[in-house]
């Protein structure tokens, strides 16, 4: 954006600022709250108000204001873990028992925070605050028209929910398609909007598929809500509890803080906050790649790589994914920041601290690709590189630290027994395809014309990727290239490598999970790939001899495919083709809830699986009041546990047995039956192994009758229905 606008006397203003925050919290405890402004106020205070003032005191308000805007929310997000960290292990040997509460949090939060204020305050005098824009831009016809994409989203995401009606959310679609075609090609958005373009887009993605139901959403958020609960209810977190998802604060502290200062339900934390950060992502990217590639080919790329369908069709129903997503990001951002000083060099350590204790995947798989590359550019003799071996060991040595010895070296034992069983099963599973999860993409059947093109697109897509490879090896010869980007890519191209050669290793996160990891560096390269193309199509037919004609043709060229593999991940051409398989959960949800019996049996059956039902919500809110904590409770579920139990009825996965068509009365004698929506009128139980078989590959559920134990609940007393779900009590 063009222009400027001053604010004078900025830090009284911040300090101003808490002083109000602190008040609203205050009055919120005493019962006295005006609805809306503590939730709004407290956002932008625990996203923006601690980083800001850290980057002031280290000096980093002389980059961008976008990049002084993005270190501010990665620093506040630091700040507040790791603040939250040290009053939850403090504060109880001074007698404060609930230190994640309300008011020992903000106490402490605004005594930090205006200590830092008047330290800058001495130092900086009268500080005034730059902003990078006129406040008459914001009512732009541009900014105005990006704004209200997310804001479509909400509606549409409503309207689905309340109404079960999708139009607007497939208008929305449309809308998104065509607003990288305003950007690039007729001028109604100026590139300094870029920036604004990709996290309105990225935004308006996340929330159109995280706002549709009321309550949470497939797997992974299930069981993070029951750890954030364990630790919001409680008031502390208890590290001692060996569990994976424990370990990581970005689902326990993290959330819990924000929760109790801004008053809100764990529900909306994981439905609508964590999606504002995590579209920052694409934006960081888009940072990252203008610096190595120019803008042209960044937005292209950072719409790429949110047009990956993983990013805003899986992603949003993960916190943690969310939350290490963005540090990576940040950590790739500082890691080819040719301006290096001291002050940077702390935040590549503290990226890296938060990608540790956000996400132990994550952090081991980037210690390892980070360690390669500061081999490699001790090798090459790069001077003056953030990835050296120092900084990338201290790094590993924070993330073994973290979780062998705080978080009970509880994913640290996952990680070596995955290790350990991929490394077994190397010799007896190295040709057998079905070994590698990707055998789907290999060996499925594509049931109709429009399968069939999203396949194709998805090979072209991958040949695209490929060909960028050979550009990438082209590019590390330049001296001019960076080269902690160019290693960090090649160790992604790697990885790819790895999911398809080795046995097993895929299935560690998922194929499609790995293939995002690795969009975050190759992206630029699958932009690369298809210009390579167009350009040897051009060469050997003879077409568009003019210079710029030809560049125009390849613009255009990259553009459609872009744009066509943006629609297909969003599945709209399923939905407008009436396909009964592979529409997005947003696009299906009314179908499903309205009773459309042309949707397939196991398309339907993993909907409800990973969708609890508000009767499911309320049988298991009442079964968390009433039941006696020593039972266990048999369910029908796939993989983390029966969804409504594990998050909203606050019942561990160890306390819930798999309910399959072999389990006997003996079995459940003396333990609750728990069915679900899926159980009581779909008639259909769901298993992680159904006799004898193994445990099914990401997206196949194995689904049987639930009247095969029928004769087993007729023997066993109903102690709670609602219609749509039944819990049972054996003597």
């Not at 001074?94 to 008047?118: D, M, Q, R």
């Not at 991958?462 to 960028?468: E, H, K, S, T």
């Not at 809830?593 to 990973?610: P, Q």
Request: charge should be neutral; aromatic fraction near 16%.
């Amino acid at each position: 954006m063009k222009g400027e606008q001053k604010v004078n006397n900025f830090l009284w203003v911040l300090l101003i600022f808490q002083a109000v925050v602190f008040l609203l919290v205050l009055l919120g405890t005493l019962g006295f709250s005006v609805p809306g402004l503590r939730q709004i106020v407290g956002f932008i205070y625990l996203t923006f108000i601690p980083g800001f003032l850290l980057v002031l005191i280290l000096k980093l308000n002389k980059e961008r204001a976008i990049e002084t805007l993005i270190y501010s929310v990665g620093l506040s997000l630091a700040f507040t873990m790791f603040l939250g960290l040290i009053i939850n292990i403090i504060y109880p040997l001074i007698g404060i028992l609930k230190p994640i509460s309300a008011l020992p949090l903000i106490i402490t939060f605004i005594v930090v925070t205006a200590i830092l204020t008047l330290v800058l305050i001495k130092r900086e005098g009268n500080f005034s605050m730059v902003l990078p824009f006129k406040l008459g831009e914001l009512v732009a016809p541009q900014v105005l028209f990006l704004i209200l994409l997310p804001l479509v989203a909400v509606l549409g995401a409503r309207l689905v929910q309340v109404y079960l009606n999708n139009a607007v959310l497939v208008l929305l679609i449309c809308i998104l398609c065509m607003v990288p075609v305003l950007a690039m090609f007729t001028g109604f958005i100026p590139s300094n909007y870029y920036p604004l373009v990709i996290y309105c887009v990225a935004l308006a993605l996340l929330w159109h598929f995280s706002l549709v139901s009321e309550y949470l959403i497939q797997y992974d958020s299930f069981l993070e809500y029951h750890f954030f609960d364990l630790a919001n209810s409680a008031g502390l977190w208890d590290f001692h509890v060996q569990a994976d998802y424990n370990a990581m604060l970005s689902v326990t502290i993290l959330p819990a803080v924000f929760c109790q200062v801004m008053d809100i339900t764990g529900t909306v934390m994981f439905k609508a906050i964590y999606q504002v950060w995590y579209a920052l992502v694409p934006l960081v990217l888009y940072l990252v790649y203008t610096r190595i590639f120019g803008s042209r080919r960044a937005f292209w790329a950072a719409f790429f790589y949110m047009s990956f369908f993983v990013y805003f069709l899986n992603m949003p129903a993960s916190g943690k994914h969310m939350v290490a997503d963005l540090f990576c990001s940040l950590l790739v951002m500082q890691a080819v920041d040719k301006g290096i000083t001291p002050a940077k060099k702390g935040l590549f350590i503290i990226w890296g601290a938060c990608l540790a204790v956000s996400l132990y995947s994550l952090s081991y798989l980037y210690a390892g690709m980070l360690l390669i590359t500061a081999l490699m550019l001790l090798l090459l003799r790069v001077k003056n590189s953030p990835v050296n071996i120092f900084y990338v060991t201290l790094f590993t040595v924070i993330c073994l630290t973290w979780f062998m010895y705080i978080a009970s070296a509880s994913p640290f034992n996952t990680f070596v027994s995955t290790g350990y069983h991929i490394y077994t099963s190397i010799s007896r599973d190295f040709f057998n395809i079905f070994s590698r999860d990707i055998h789907i993409v290999l060996t499925s059947v594509s049931p109709d014309a429009v399968h069939l093109i999203s396949r194709i697109l998805m090979y072209l897509i991958l040949l695209f990727l490929a060909i960028g490879a050979f550009n990438l090896i082209s590019l590390m010869r330049q001296k001019a290239f960076f080269k902690e980007y160019a290693i960090l890519s090649l160790a992604n191209y790697f990885l790819l490598g790895a999911c398809i050669i080795i046995p097993y290793f895929s299935n560690a996160l998922g194929g499609d999970r790995m293939m995002h990891i690795a969009l975050m560096l190759l992206a630029p390269f699958c932009i690369i790939g298809a210009e390579t193309v167009f350009i040897g199509f051009q060469r050997v037919f003879q077409f568009l001899k003019h210079t710029n004609a030809a560049l125009a043709g390849q613009r255009l060229f990259v553009a459609v495919v872009l744009l066509l593999f943006f629609l297909f991940s969003t599945t709209l051409p399923y939905e407008i083709a009436g396909s009964t398989s592979g529409r997005s959960y947003p696009l299906v949800y009314g179908h499903l809830r309205n009773g459309d019996k042309t949707i397939n049996l196991d398309d339907t059956i993993a909907f409800w699986v990973s969708s609890p039902t508000e009767q499911d919500v309320y049988s298991a809110e009442w079964l968390k009041k009433v039941r006696d904590e020593e039972k266990d409770i048999f369910g029908s579920y796939w993989q983390l546990g029966v969804p409504s139990l594990v998050s909203y009825g606050a019942i561990p996965p160890s306390q819930t047995i798999n309910l399959t068509p072999l389990t006997t009365l003996k079995d459940w004698e003396g333990n609750y039956i728990y069915l679900n929506y899926v159980n009581t009128v779909l008639d259909y139980g769901t298993t992680t192994s159904l006799n004898g078989q193994p445990a099914p590959f990401w997206g196949n559920i194995f689904h049987w009758d639930i009247n095969r134990i029928r004769p087993l609940l007729n023997s066993s007393s109903k102690v709670y229905s609602n219609g749509a779900s039944d819990i049972y009590y054996s003597q």
